[in-house]
């Protein structure tokens, strides 16, 4: 009996000793040496693996950093400027400065506004009903409302509004890490710079056709008047395919233009009301002074014509 | 427009009539017959142990979904109803009302919901409560009460016919002398003989799988190639020595063969997709639950041979592909 | 056993098939003349390849049978006026495929046909015009694949440089339920079809031919072979009745056990495969000098009053289809270009019938609205219904992951789409749908 003790202890720790000696060699043999501040680079990072800086991970953005040690392309938009501060710190070098961006919902055609045409049965995912056709709606440009960018958001900022049939950001939460805008078939998803004090201005439409027959499929859909192009001081909307863009490098967020779209479909977000009437107030007088003075031209052109003999 | 909106979605169009409630409601059907013979035989001793193992089942799997998962309770597909059936198939029709209840709550909680619910466990969960119940209470698990039928729940209980022949064969004996002591192939084949609730009889059983068959439910592959298998190989030991070893026919027979390879064995969850992969499965239960028999300590093997191929479909059907068209080399 | 009613023996093809139930409720309903519609509206795109470039302007008059779309190159088919009248709006509209397409109007007036157009119903079985002019005839009258692909027809008859065909094939399986358009055309213009098919044999250079037609058609198979009783050339093979027979490498599958192989064409495996739609009016065009503004469409449902199959000018409203077969049933769920396996359900019954539309069914919400979705099971079911040989389950799970590569691997891009796997799912999985988008992905990556 002892016997069968002694024999199992000693082989046990025969093949323990064995594996050791194995473990130890094979670990030196194949040692992979690193550079440790991809390490303390991988520390500072969010950790979150989303791939919004389009590097398939966190560990990959840090090689990829301390391997070309330029910051201008590479950024990580969930950690923002202070963790891209940090990474700077680490690597040694300048840092540069990005505007935060976020995701916008290019899309105001809610229940209300834009009537089923017909009922989708198929697959619930807005992949699927893109591939199929132009959309359970007359509208071929607007939100499926399948919600494919709530299950591709990794960081619970989206969901779905029941009563709209739209998605909704939450400001706070959203990273700005491209996934929602990825997974849309429609493209309405799109990232826009948050804006000082979170505040920015964008045309909430995506329909490209004729004014009338927009309408007719989405009550707020953009006709492409021009109205808000003309109104605006920055040359910062414009018209193309029917449809108004607002550029935002160019936008001042002034809010002039907010109160021209007849449909209310440029979207301000965190503007006070009295910033908005102000604005428009605004706006009204500087027109008001521009008809003033193209009538008062026209009225000298007028008696420049009917009196020859004034000298030019 | 008055009519009201059209429907679109991706073709097809159509679907079959055969969805999953259906399909269950298939299977309850195909073991009705078996169930008939074990209520003839046991009397109410069946029909107490089928219905509470059904109730414990059905009531397992609504309480975890409901408390646990905090899901919309998914009975209605009829899964729990056949575990709870096929569980008391596997056990003694004088078993009493806890050991079903564990028996219920293993074969549900741990041999199903603990891995997402239907579709997604691994092994079968019927088996996996009765061999976890033939591991724990191996006393109440094996004495089986004779096929007569009694109206009151006690009787005398003996031993299965392959009890007889393991136990036999230890002491000693040989095969024709104990096969003095049986029921004839006749009586196996109808039902008269002592064993778990379900598999009595050969025959009841072979109605359902005509039944399950003739409703496209299953195919043929995985039953047929099972009974095949036992077949041929107790066949090849029993030519080489008959009095060691009892004919292929006996093995074919008594014990849960029938049982296994026609609701055990094809259970969709658990077996392989592909027919070729089926046929692998099939051949592989034969072949263990002929080794158990014949060399292992128990006197069945059904249950654990199935259990262990359970443990080979992921991999069958990784490795197995089907014949794709027009990729021939 | 089944009844032999032929000469022949009943062939099918080896991987996997469904068999959903018939319904062809319009079989025995012989073929009638749709009335003209007040417009049509007549798509640009009704084909694979470069897109017809338009002709015509709006307030221009046309005559039956005119040219208001050119081809452009050789993958490409000419567009013609399907009816007489003046040229309304050129603009994108809806068409069955769910997105909106250039489309011409035509504002109908009187049925005026231009003179090179011989409308009689004389058999004219004498082939007097060669391979070439064939095949340049074809290209001009605008025929392209009528079985709902639209490859255009003159691409499929001139034989592939480097490649040898042995035998053609005339497809007249018909393997969708409901639909019956091509079964009505081989009772009532047997004749036409086989000079059609001399017209192919001729065209291509082959000298067999086998007509395959599924056992459900036991009129059109005695039918044929009664034509066909002297000459050798030209065979009838009956076939069982078996979904997705009508699918081109299936039926290469039945008729000949020849694999196409993947990525491949039938020509590769010396074969050409043509509908007996197309068969017909490839005769009409070559010997008719008749251009491709009419077909047969199967107007049916359960619920619909009367069944038909109507000849039908390209380009009119499905509606007017609708109403001629009794109107739209309060049941209807709904309504389907194509048969209930692999058309498509359409939103707006503006829509107009185009080149490849074979059926309209209307289908009631019970029949049709999917219900409650299952876990999957591993039933295999679906396995043992792809003809293709694939896993649908398991590309089904690799979609939803988003592992387009892996699908590849396991040769998502074979699938035929025949939507058997979907139909066949106990656990009513939306199979297809996602295979599709696998599909989609990867043909983007390309």
Request: hydrophobic share 40%.
């Amino acid at each position: 009996m002892n016997d069968v003790v002694l024999y199992t202890v000693l082989s046990l720790t025969g093949i323990g000793l064995l594996a050791a000696v194995v473990l130890y060699y094979v670990s030196k043999k194949f040692h992979v040496t690193e550079d440790e501040r991809i390490a303390r680079v991988e520390a500072v990072l969010p950790n979150t693996n989303c791939g919004g800086c389009g590097q398939p991970g966190c560990h990959a953005f840090a090689e990829a950093v301390v391997k070309s040690g330029d910051l201008s392309v590479l950024h990580c938009p969930v950690g923002g400027n202070p963790v891209m501060k940090q990474v700077a710190e680490v690597l040694g070098v300048k840092t540069v400065e990005k505007d935060p961006y976020i995701a916008v919902v290019r899309c105001s055609g809610s229940f209300e506004y834009r009537k089923k045409t017909n009922v989708y049965d198929g697959a619930p995912s807005c992949a699927i009903a893109a591939q199929l056709y132009s959309g359970d709606t007359g509208c071929a440009y607007g939100c499926l409302g399948m919600g494919d960018c709530v299950v591709a958001c990794d960081f619970e900022a989206m969901y779905m509004d029941e009563k709209t049939g739209l998605p909704v950001i939450i400001e706070d939460k959203c990273t700005a890490c491209n996934a929602c805008v990825k997974s849309c078939p429609k493209d309405i998803l799109e990232l826009w710079p948050k804006g000082k004090k979170n505040q920015r201005i964008y045309v909430a439409c995506l329909n490209e056709e004729k004014g009338s027959t927009a309408r007719k499929e989405c009550a707020v859909a953009c006709s492409g008047c021009a109205k808000c192009a003309e109104a605006c001081r920055y040359e910062a909307i414009t018209i193309d395919h029917n449809l108004a863009a607002i550029d935002p490098d160019k936008c001042k967020l002034c809010a002039e233009c907010i109160d021209t779209c007849d449909v209310r479909n440029i979207i301000a977000t965190n503007f006070s009301p009295e910033k908005l009437l102000q604005a428009s107030e605004h706006r009204q007088k500087r027109e008001e002074r521009e008809r003033k003075k193209r009538e008062e031209e026209k009225a000298k052109a007028a008696t420049a014509a009917t009196n020859p003999e004034t000298p030019a | 427009m008055s009519q009201s909106l059209l429907t679109v979605a991706p073709s097809p169009h159509i679907h079959t009539e055969l969805t999953i409630p259906q399909v269950m409601r298939g299977v309850i059907i195909a073991m009705v017959p078996a169930l008939l013979v074990s209520v003839y035989n046991f009397g109410l001793g069946a029909v107490y142990v089928t219905g509470l193992s059904i109730l414990f089942c059905a009531g397992a799997e609504w309480a975890i979904c409901k408390f646990l998962l905090k899901r919309e309770p998914t009975i209605t597909d009829g899964s729990a109803v056949i575990t709870g059936m096929l569980l008391a198939f596997n056990v003694p029709s004088n078993l009493p009302w806890y050991i079903i209840l564990i028996g219920s709550l293993v074969s549900v909680g741990i041999g199903k919901m603990s891995f997402g619910g239907l579709g997604n466990n691994p092994f079968n969960p019927a088996l996996v409560g009765r061999v976890f119940l033939l591991l724990s209470f191996p006393v109440e698990m094996t004495s089986w009460p004779q096929a007569v039928a009694t109206w009151s729940l006690d009787g005398t209980t003996g031993a299965t016919p392959l009890g007889i022949l393991k136990d036999g064969l230890r002491a000693g004996e040989t095969v024709p002398a104990l096969m003095q002591q049986m029921p004839s192939y006749t009586d196996f084949f109808f039902g008269f003989q002592g064993g778990s609730l379900g598999e009595m009889s050969a025959f009841a059983l072979l109605i359902g799988l005509g039944y399950m068959l003739y409703r496209k439910i299953i195919t043929w592959h995985i039953p047929v190639t099972m009974i095949a298998t036992v077949f041929v190989m107790t066949g090849i030991f029993w030519f080489i020595d008959p009095t060691r070893f009892a004919s292929p026919l006996f093995h074919v027979l008594t014990g849960g063969v029938m049982l296994g390879a026609i609701f055990m064995a094809t259970d969709y969850v658990t077996s392989p997709v592909s027919h070729k992969g089926m046929i692998l499965f099939a051949i592989g239960c034969g072949v263990l639950t002929v080794l158990i028999r014949l060399f292992g300590a128990y006197p069945e093997g059904v249950s654990f041979a199935i259990l262990i191929m359970n443990a080979f479909v992921p991999l069958i059907n990784t490795y197995l592909k089907p014949v794709r068209y027009g990729r021939k080399k | 056993m089944k009844k032999r009613a032929f000469h022949k023996e009943l062939k099918t093809f080896r991987l996997g098939g469904v068999h959903p139930q018939d319904n062809k409720l319009s079989a025995t309903v012989p073929l009638a003349q749709l009335p003209l519609p007040k417009q049509v509206t007549i798509p640009i795109v009704q084909h694979i390849g470069a897109p017809a470039k338009v002709v015509v302007q709006r307030g221009d008059t046309v005559k039956v049978g005119q040219v208001i779309a050119q081809h452009e190159g050789f993958i490409s088919s000419n567009i013609h006026a399907s009816c007489s009248g003046r040229i309304g709006i050129i603009e994108d509209v809806m068409d069955s495929s769910g997105f909106k397409h250039l489309a011409v109007n035509i504002r109908v007036k009187g049925d005026d046909w231009l003179e090179t157009i011989d409308r009689t119903d004389t058999l004219v079985e004498e082939i007097s015009l060669s391979r070439d002019e064939i095949v340049a005839r074809v290209m001009e009258a605008g025929v392209v694949g009528m079985g709902g692909a639209g490859f255009p027809s003159h691409a499929k008859i001139k034989v592939p440089e480097g490649k040898t065909i042995d035998t053609l094939i005339i497809n007249g399986v018909e393997c969708e339920p409901y639909l019956t358009a091509d079964h009505r055309l081989m009772l009532e213009k047997p004749r036409e079809i086989i000079v059609g098919v001399r017209i192919l044999m001729k065209a291509l250079g082959v000298s067999r031919a086998i007509i395959g037609i599924e056992d459900n058609k036991h009129d059109a198979i005695e039918l044929f072979e009664e034509w066909l009783r002297e000459g050798k050339q030209i065979e009838v093979q009956p076939l069982e009745v078996q979904y997705p027979q009508g699918g081109e490498k299936q039926l290469i599958q039945a008729v000949l056990d020849r694999e196409v192989p993947s990525g491949g064409l039938p020509a590769d495996v010396g074969v050409i495969v043509h509908n007996v739609g197309t068969t017909f009016a490839i005769y009409e065009a070559v010997q008719k000098n008749k251009p491709l503004i009419e077909r047969v469409v199967t107007v049916t449902g359960k619920d619909v009053k009367q069944p038909s199959n109507l000849w039908v000018r390209i380009g009119t409203p499905v509606i007017e289809l609708i109403t001629a077969a009794g109107g739209l049933p309060e049941s209807t769920g709904k309504v389907v270009s194509g048969g209930p396996m692999m058309g498509k359900a359409i939103a707006d019954l503006e829509v107009p019938v185009a080149k490849g539309t074979s059926g309209i069914l209307v289908i009631a919400q019970a029949e049709t609205k999917r219900t409650e979705e299952y876990n999957c099971v591993h039933c295999g079911k679906c396995i043992e219904a792809c003809p293709m040989g694939l896993e649908p389950y398991r590309l089904l799970l690799l979609s939803k992951a988003g592992h387009s590569e892996k699908s590849k691997r396991e040769n998502v891009l074979d699938c035929i789409e025949c939507g058997s796997c979907s139909f066949v799912c106990p656990s009513n999985r939306p199979i297809l749908d996602y295979i599709r988008l696998s599909k989609t992905k990867l043909k983007k990556l390309k």
